[in-house]
């Protein structure tokens, strides 16, 4: 199996307007910064995206706006899951149309108690449904948000069906033990960390890079950790990478990323919220400066 999507993505927040509408400018621009800042890629329509609070024509749109506006289909890796399969199908396919392949899938996250054979059926049905042979499929192991497990049986599975279309994982268990094994486990299979906090360790282990909510802000730090991961200065940087990254977990990334920037840029427009995410209190924002400033951290 070729790798394909390797080094630092960036999980992007998803700009609003007042009337919580999508602000397609400040999206691009976003984005444009993000790459010029370091990013290998731009994970679109993510949990920090607030993707599951968007319909399916808002996502449509949004991937319009960020194609439409300069970001090259190559550097992009879209979430399609839905637990409907047919919407997850629609959603997948009309990335490919816009030549975007690499597609991060979050599995069927409603009904507990699924087991493996329920989540087979679910992507075996998803790219029969696409048969497109450029999909690229990126599992999207979250268990803390999905409440279930993408165990080492359903991967073997999947791997041996699909060999060509399930590429990789983007692992956001925490679990660090968990990512090393499956890079032990499943070479051929690109492994992303789902925070900087591991990325070192990850591409150590034989992973690719990571697709981080923080490198929102942090992006210049992570991409020179990834940068010089061979070299004798990775573990300082990554030392110092995952102070920064430490001072922003506990809190509900949307939130605190978008008023963050808000704070650093002095730009209102980033605090719009889709409502079930709300803002974290003034309180929270002020002590992550602080430690920040403490920290001698800028983006």
């Known amino acids: 199996m070729t790798k394909n999507a390797k080094g630092v993505y960036t999980a992007t927040l998803t700009p609003l307007k007042e009337d919580l509408s999508f602000n397609p400018e400040m999206l691009v621009d976003h984005c444009h910064w993000l790459l010029a800042s370091?990013?290998?890629?731009?994970?679109l329509l993510g949990t920090t995206g607030e993707a599951n609070s968007f319909s399916m024509e808002e996502k449509k749109q949004i991937i319009d706006a960020v194609t439409a506006g300069g970001i090259p289909a190559s550097q992009l890796m879209v979430g399609t899951g839905s637990c409907a399969y047919p919407e997850t199908i629609e959603l997948t396919s009309y990335a490919l149309e816009k030549g975007i392949n690499d597609i991060l899938m979050l599995p069927p996250f409603y009904y507990k108690q699924v087991n493996d054979q329920?989540?087979?059926?679910y992507f075996d049905r998803v790219i029969d449904g696409i048969s497109n042979e450029?999909?690229?499929?990126?599992?999207?192991h979250f268990p803390k948000m999905s409440g279930l497990d993408t165990s080492n049986a359903l991967i073997e599975k999947l791997l041996h069906k699909y060999p060509n279309q399930i590429a990789g994982m983007?692992?956001?268990?925490?679990?660090?033990?968990?990512?090393q094994s499956i890079c032990r486990h499943f070479p051929d299979l690109s492994l992303f960390a789902g925070t900087e906090r591991y990325l070192l360790p990850v591409l150590r282990a034989g992973g690719v890079g990571?697709?981080?909510?923080?490198?929102?802000a942090t992006i210049r730090k992570v991409a020179k950790v990834y940068q010089s991961w061979q070299t004798s200065e990775a573990d300082s940087l990554q030392?110092?990478?995952t102070a920064v990254r430490s001072a922003f977990e506990g809190l509900p990334f949307a939130a605190i990323l978008k008023q963050y920037l808000a704070h650093y840029h002095n730009n209102k427009g980033w605090l719009p919220l889709r409502p079930p995410n709300s803002p974290v209190p003034e309180k929270a924002v002020n002590e992550l400066v602080l430690e920040l400033n403490r920290l001698g951290f800028e983006p």
């Open 38 to 43: 370091g990013a290998d890629g731009i994970a």
């Open 118 to 121: 329920g989540l087979y059926d």
């Open 134 to 140: 450029h999909l690229r499929i990126f599992l999207y």
């Open 170 to 179: 983007k692992d956001s268990s925490g679990d660090l033990d968990h990512m």
């Open 210 to 216: 990571c697709i981080s909510a923080t490198a929102n």
């Open 239 to 241: 030392e110092a990478l």
